[in-house]
Every structure is written in C-alpha cells, then in structure tokens.
C-alpha cells in the first residue's frame, strides 16, 4: 500500500498512519504495532532501539500463542492439564505451559533484558550477560484466566516492562521490586473473538487488532480514554458471605435504586480478568477483587495482575488501588504476592474506596 506523505500542522512531516496515532482519528490507512513502536523510539534522544526489539519479540511471542489458543481443541493435544501445579498451587494448563515458554523463549533470547518474572515461574530468570542480557526488566502472567480454556472464555497475556535500576550486571532486589510507577511500559493480549494488543506507555494507552489473514496488529483503538463514570459493576458475587462487611456495603452501595447517580448498575463478571478489565477499559465502571476469608489478601497478583492493568487503566485516565493505597504506589516484597484489587472507572473506584474507609 503506498502511502503519500502529507505535512502535519506542525510542518513535520509524518508518515499518514502516524498522524492518526496523533488526532487519534482513524484514517484509510492502517498503522500497525511495529510502526507505532518505531515512530515512539524516534521521540527518544538516544534511543538504542532496544525497547523496539523487546516489543518486537513480545508481540511475536502473543501471535505464536494466539494461534495456539485460537485452535486449542483442534489437532495437536493442547488443551487440558498438564497435571502439575504451579507456585500458587494452581493447576497448570496445557497452554499455560505453552505461553510461559513462549514468552520466556522469544523474550530471553531478545538480548534486552536481564530478568524475567513469570506467575508460572517460583523464581525470577535472571539473563547472564555472557547469554546476551539487556537493560530491561519483563514481569508476566503468561496466559491469565487460563481455567477458561476449555469453555472458549477470552484469555489473555498481561505483562510490564521496567528497567534496570542498578549498575553492573547483577540484577538485584532493587531492580526486581519497583514501585509499580517505574514501569516504562505495559500492556495485554486478549485471546478472543479477535486478538488485541492494548499497550500503554508515556503517551497514552492504543489497542491493536490482529489481522490473522497478514498477521499483523492493526491500530484499532488510536486512543483509549475510560470513562470517568461506568454503569456495570464486576465482582464474583458468588463470594458475597467471605467478604467483610465494607465490602458488601460497596457491592450493596451500587445495586441500590438512585436515578440521580444512573443505579443500579448492571452486574458483568465473566471470571477472566483481562476481559473484565478490558471491558470496564472499554466501557467504564468497576472491577472489584476484594480480600476475603480465603484470600486476606485478595486472590490477584500485585506483580503480574494489578501494577501491569493499572498502569494501562490509569494511563486512560482511571484509578486502581487495593481499596485504601494506589496499586502504583505499593513497593512489592515478594514475588509473587497477591493484593485486593479496585480499578475502572476514577470515580467509580473512588465510590469504592470512599465507601470502604468510612467503617
Ligand atoms: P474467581 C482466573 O482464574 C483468575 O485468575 C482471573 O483471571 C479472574 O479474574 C479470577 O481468577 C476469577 O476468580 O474466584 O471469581 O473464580
């Protein structure tokens, strides 16, 4: 497809698709993920190109498993389990196993990071730098909401990219437990009735669809913008007696019967968190995992589940905590330590949060 160049308002010149990513308007022509990749490291002083690289691997990485994914059931035997259990005493799926090593293969041969986390792996992977390692630092949940498999529920790939903070090769506990607020980037893969690739960086959060016909991610969402309020609430109610009562009361608070404040909100759970999140990102409103009973800590994952998704949702401009501090701000200690979870919509959230400090 040949494209005419057309100068932009600000007399430099860009490339048509590139002027979408900055009306946010969609035009005949079709950026893709590599070309948006491409135009931001342009926007870096001195970029190495290394953070393309990364991106590049990541997103080959996420075609490989959608194809897995989109003909699990057919064929080669990849669906079930594997008859293991991970470090969250999880059983592990077939597939779980198939896009941990993906992403672990393509990513750790990039030769642009020096240590990958995994929920599937006990251990961080740390890059000796005789094995090619870089400044980059990748922390993933491989294939979430992978109990779905087997009834075709959307499942998806979450992960964050940070760097490096030490100097020298080791890679250290400082390097490995950032603040979720030194991510340079973040984003998902979401294995449904299309694949999409929603990233996050400095300059906003865009999604990307896959064009299986030219296997390539197509900009499909220029610029992704939560709404400040939602009308859906998401939340596993089947939990309602383990939860404490502030909790039932924010649950309780957006079932009641009030026109002024559009409730009561209709209730969407599908028990996948990337699609729910990708809805409530889409749509607005609220997706809760609370603490309870059997997880006083909630049951999602600080490292791969809450920093990576409330990077991308407050990047759209919502807000994620953990009902009282900012997933952001929380300085993990451990690997893989879980946290309860409030993210959608800024004054949903803060209805929440509201609600659960007045007890
Ligand atoms: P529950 C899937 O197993 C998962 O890890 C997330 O994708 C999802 O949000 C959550 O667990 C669902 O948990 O307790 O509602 O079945």
């Given at each position: 497809?040949?494209?005419?160049?057309?100068?932009?308002?600000?007399?430099?010149?860009?490339?048509?698709?590139?002027?979408?990513?900055?009306?946010?308007?969609?035009?005949?022509?079709?950026?893709?993920?590599?070309?948006?990749?491409?135009?931001?490291?342009?926007?870096?002083?001195?970029?190495?190109?290394?953070?393309?690289?990364?991106?590049?691997?990541?997103?080959?990485?996420?075609?490989?498993?959608?194809?897995?994914v989109?003909?699990?059931?057919?064929?080669?035997?990849?669906?079930?389990?594997?008859?293991?259990?991970?470090?969250?005493?999880?059983?592990?799926?077939k597939?779980?196993?198939?896009?941990?090593?993906?992403?672990?293969?393509?990513?750790?041969?990039?030769?642009?990071?020096?240590?990958?986390?995994?929920?599937?792996?006990?251990?961080?992977?740390?890059?000796?730098?005789?094995?090619?390692?870089?400044?980059?630092?990748?922390?993933?949940?491989?294939l979430?909401?992978?109990?779905?498999?087997?009834?075709?529920?959307?499942?998806?790939?979450?992960?964050?990219?940070?760097?490096?903070?030490?100097?020298?090769?080791?890679?250290?506990?400082?390097?490995?437990?950032?603040?979720?607020?030194q991510?340079?980037?973040?984003?998902?893969?979401?294995?449904?009735?299309?694949?999409?690739f929603?990233?996050?960086?400095?300059?906003?959060?865009?999604?990307?669809?896959?064009?299986?016909?030219?296997g390539?991610?197509?900009?499909?969402?220029?610029?992704?913008?939560?709404?400040?309020?939602?009308?859906?609430?998401?939340?596993?109610?089947?939990?309602?007696?383990?939860?404490?009562?502030?909790?039932?009361?924010?649950?309780?608070?957006?079932?009641?019967?009030?026109?002024k404040?559009?409730?009561?909100?209709?209730?969407?759970?599908?028990?996948?968190l990337?699609?729910?999140?990708?809805?409530?990102?889409l749509?607005?409103?609220?997706?809760?995992?609370?603490?309870?009973?059997?997880?006083?800590?909630?049951?999602?994952?600080?490292?791969?589940?809450?920093?990576?998704?409330?990077?991308?949702?407050?990047?759209?401009?919502?807000?994620?905590?953990?009902?009282?501090?900012?997933?952001?701000?929380?300085?993990?200690?451990e690997?893989?330590?879980?946290?309860?979870?409030?993210i959608?919509?800024?004054?949903?959230?803060?209805?929440?949060?509201?609600?659960?400090?007045?007890?």
């Amino acid at each position: 497809m040949r494209y005419n160049r057309r100068v932009s308002k600000n007399s430099q010149a860009f490339d048509p698709p590139l002027e979408a990513l900055r009306e946010g308007t969609s035009c005949m022509e079709r950026t893709t993920l590599v070309q948006y990749i491409r135009h931001q490291e342009k926007k870096f002083q001195g970029a190495t190109g290394e953070f393309t690289s990364l991106m590049n691997e990541i997103l080959i990485a996420a075609k490989i498993v959608s194809c897995q994914v989109n003909k699990a059931g057919i064929g080669e035997d990849i669906l079930g389990l594997t008859g293991r259990t991970n470090v969250q005493g999880e059983e592990v799926q077939k597939l779980d196993e198939y896009a941990n090593s993906t992403f672990i293969k393509l990513v750790g041969q990039s030769g642009t990071v020096c240590a990958i986390t995994s929920e599937e792996c006990k251990e961080p992977l740390k890059i000796p730098c005789n094995h090619g390692s870089g400044k980059y630092i990748f922390k993933m949940d491989p294939l979430d909401g992978s109990s779905n498999i087997d009834v075709n529920v959307s499942i998806g790939t979450i992960f964050s990219i940070f760097r490096k903070k030490t100097q020298g090769a080791d890679v250290t506990d400082e390097d490995l437990f950032q603040r979720g607020d030194q991510q340079v980037a973040a984003g998902y893969a979401i294995y449904g009735s299309s694949t999409m690739f929603v990233y996050a960086d400095n300059q906003g959060v865009r999604g990307f669809t896959l064009d299986p016909e030219l296997g390539e991610f197509f900009l499909s969402h220029p610029g992704i913008r939560i709404p400040a309020q939602g009308s859906t609430y998401s939340v596993n109610e089947g939990h309602y007696s383990k939860w404490e009562e502030r909790q039932k009361r924010i649950v309780n608070h957006f079932k009641e019967e009030d026109d002024k404040t559009g409730r009561p909100y209709g209730l969407r759970y599908i028990g996948s968190l990337v699609s729910d999140v990708h809805r409530t990102l889409l749509k607005g409103g609220i997706f809760m995992y609370p603490a309870d009973k059997k997880n006083p800590n909630g049951k999602l994952r600080l490292a791969f589940e809450a920093v990576p998704l409330a990077f991308i949702v407050e990047s759209a401009g919502g807000r994620a905590s953990d009902g009282t501090r900012r997933i952001l701000d929380i300085t993990p200690t451990e690997v893989h330590q879980r946290v309860p979870l409030y993210i959608g919509s800024k004054d949903d959230v803060e209805t929440a949060e509201r609600i659960f400090a007045e007890s």
